[in-house]
C-alpha cells in the first residue's frame, strides 16, 4: 500500500504524519525544548573521583556535573553478554562483577573520557553516563566496543541462533559487536546490510570527533525526528518525503546523501500556499485522536480509555438497529472497528496491553473473520505486536511495545479544573497552536497588528520560554503581535483580533 510522509517543520515543534489513501495512519511530535539526552555521546572531563562510591563525577558542558558508576566503565564490557533489547546508552553490565577494577585505578581527574547519557538530569540529580557506547539503527544495536553477536530476548529462542548467523554472515571482520532488536526479525539481508553500513559510518564520525573537539563537547546525538524519519519510517512503499523548510530539507538531503542514499529521489520540498497538514485536515486528524471516541462510517463507534495500566476499546453499534439482520450488522460493525482499532493504535501511539471489547457476536465463524481481519490490519504497523485472541469472557486481548510516550501523554496534560479525571491541550500546546493560527491568518488577511487573547499561563509563555519564538513570527510576517490575558479563558481557548 502507497504512503506518503509530510513533516512540519518550525523552530519549536516537528511534526511527521504517515498518509496512504488520504487518511493519517501514524503520528510523531518532537519539541525543541523537550528533547531529551539520552543516547548523546560526549567527550567527558573527569572533575572528580569517589572511591567511596566507586564513581566519579564527568563534566559534559551541562549545569551539572554527570554521574558514572564504575560497572559502567570499559572493564565490565566483558560482561555485556545478557543480550538485551538495547537501546542507545543501554549498559547490561553486571554491577559487583569481582573482574572490575577499582574506579581511582581506571580514572584520574581532568582525564578525557567518551561517555554516553543512560538517564536525563531530573530535579537536583546530573545525567547517569555509561562508557560503554551502543549505537541504535533501525534494525540493530552496534556495540563498538565489544565483538559479540546478539539477539533480542524478546525474539523466540528457536528463532535467535538462525538470526544470529544471519547477523553474523553480513558482518564483515572490521571490529564491533551488534545485537538484533526485536523489529529486526523479519527483515532482509539488504536491509541488514544498510543498517550495519550506517551504524559503522555513524561510529566512525564520532572517533573523528574525539581526536578533534575538546573536552566536554558533543560527540553524537541521537537523531533527531527528521533524521529518524528516514531511518525508521521510509520504506520501499514510501512515495515521496514532503518537508516545508528548505534549510531543513537541505539538510535532510545531505544527512540522506551520506547514510541512506536510496531516500533521496524521495525527498521533496513542499512550497505550496497553504500549511503542509492543511493537505489532509491533518490538524482535525489530531484534535480526534485525543478525544475518547472515534465514529465509524456504518454509525458505529468506539470508546477509547487510557489508563496508567492499559488502553481499553469499546465497540459500539451506535444506537437500535432493528432485529432484521442483526447478526449481519453486527458482524460488519465489528470489521469496520478492527480496522479502525488498528489505525488508532498506531495514530495514538498505544502501547503496553490493550483490550478490544467488540460486540458480542454469536456465530464462530464471524469471530473468526473479525480476528482474522484485525490481525491483517495489524500487519501494516511498525511496532511488535501479539494478539492473544478472544478470551472467555469474549475480549480480544493483545500487546503493542511501548516506543515512546502516546500521543495523549506528548501533547496534553492532567487537568487541574477536574482533578485528573480528564485532559486538555497543555499551555505550550496551544502557544503553538495560536502560531500555527496567525501564519495562516497572516496569509489570507492583511492587517495592521495581531493581539492574541488568551488564558494567563499561555499568556505567561508567550513572555517567557516562547517569548523568541514568537518574535521571530512577527518579523517573519513583518507585523506587531501584542498579548492580552484573560483570567476567565480556560487553558484552550484563545481569540486572535485583527487590528
Not at 493519517?24 to 523537550?34: A, D, K, N, S
Not at 553500513?197 to 537523531?223: E, G, N
Not at 524519519?229 to 521510509?234: F, I, P, Q, S, Y
Request: overall charge neutral; charged content about 25%; hydrophobic content about 40%.
Amino acid at each position: 500500500m502507497q504512503q506518503e510522509i509530510l513533516i512540519n517543520w518550525s523552530p519549536q515543534e516537528t511534526r511527521v504524519a504517515v498518509v496512504e489513501h488520504a487518511a493519517v495512519q501514524e503520528l510523531q511530535v518532537e519539541r525543541t525544548l523537550e528533547r531529551g539526552l539520552v543516547g548523546n555521546v560526549y567527550l567527558g572531563k573527569v572533575v572528580r573521583v569517589l572511591p567511596g562510591m566507586q564513581s566519579a563525577f564527568i563534566d559534559i558542558g551541562l549545569d551539572r556535573a554527570a554521574f558514572l558508576h564504575v560497572a559502567d566503565l570499559m572493564s565490565s564490557i566483558n560482561s555485556r553478554h545478557a543480550e538485551p533489547e538495547s537501546l542507545p546508552g543501554g549498559s547490561a553490565a553486571v554491577p559487583g562483577s569481582p573482574s572490575l577494577q577499582p574506579i581511582e585505578k581506571q580514572l584520574f581527574e581532568g582525564q578525557a573520557l567518551m561517555v554516553q547519557v543512560l538517564k536525563d538530569p531530573m530535579g537536583t540529580k546530573g545525567a547517569r553516563l555509561t562508557a560503554q557506547i551502543s549505537i541504535a539503527g533501525r534494525l540493530l544495536v552496534f556495540l563498538p566496543q565489544d565483538n559479540h553477536i546478539g539477539v533480542s530476548q524478546k525474539i523466540p529462542p528457536r528463532q535467535r541462533e538462525e538470526l544470529r548467523q544471519r547477523v553474523q554472515s553480513l558482518v564483515v571482520d572490521m571490529g564491533g559487536g551488534f545485537i538484533l532488536r526485536t523489529n529486526g526479525e523479519d527483515a532482509t539481508d539488504v536491509e541488514l546490510a544498510e543498517d550495519i553500513a550506517y551504524l559503522r559510518k555513524t561510529w566512525l564520525r564520532i572517533k573523528q570527533a574525539s581526536l578533534q573537539l575538546r573536552a566536554t563537547s558533543v560527540l553524537h546525538q541521537d537523531l533527531s525526528l527528521l533524521q529518524r524519519v528516514l531511518r525508521d519510517m521510509a520504506l520501499e512503499n514510501t512515495q515521496t518525503i514532503r518537508i516545508d523548510s528548505r534549510e531543513q530539507f537541505e539538510k535532510l538531503k545531505a544527512f540522506a546523501l551520506e547514510f541512506m542514499p536510496s531516500t533521496v529521489p524521495k525527498l521533496q520540498l513542499y512550497s505550496g500556499e497553504r500549511p503542509i497538514f492543511d493537505l489532509f485536515n491533518i490538524d482535525e486528524e489530531i484534535a480526534k485522536a485525543l478525544g475518547r471516541r472515534v465514529d465509524l462510517k456504518s454509525g458505529g463507534y468506539l470508546v477509547v480509555d487510557q489508563t496508567e495500566a492499559l488502553t481499553t476499546v469499546d465497540v459500539n453499534t451506535g444506537g437500535f438497529v432493528g432485529a432484521r439482520n442483526f447478526d449481519e450488522t453486527i458482524y460488519k460493525t465489528n470489521l469496520e472497528a478492527a480496522q479502525a482499532i488498528a489505525r488508532q493504535l498506531r495514530l495514538r501511539n498505544l502501547g503496553g496491553i490493550v483490550i478490544v471489547d467488540f460486540i458480542d457476536m454469536s456465530k464462530e465463524n464471524h469471530r473468526d473473520a473479525v480476528l482474522a481481519e484485525f490481525k491483517r490490519q495489524l500487519q501494516r504497523d511498525r511496532i511488535k505486536t501479539a494478539v492473544n485472541g478472544f478470551s472467555a469472557l469474549g475480549l480480544l486481548e493483545m500487546t503493542r511495545k511501548r516506543t515512546r510516550e502516546s500521543l495523549a501523554h506528548q501533547l496534553c496534560e492532567p487537568c487541574n479544573s477536574c482533578s485528573g479525571k480528564g485532559i486538555v491541550k497543555s499551555a505550550r500546546s496551544v502557544t503553538y497552536d495560536i502560531l500555527r493560527e496567525i501564519l495562516r491568518e497572516a496569509r489570507q488577511f492583511n492587517p495592521r497588528e495581531f493581539r492574541i487573547v488568551a488564558s494567563p499561563k499561555v499568556i505567561e509563555l508567550f513572555l517567557d520560554e516562547e517569548s523568541q519564538h514568537l518574535a521571530s513570527l512577527s518579523d517573519f510576517i513583518c507585523k506587531p503581535i501584542s498579548l492580552q490575558a484573560e483570567a476567565v479563558m480556560a487553558q484552550e481557548q484563545y481569540d486572535i483580533v485583527l487590528l
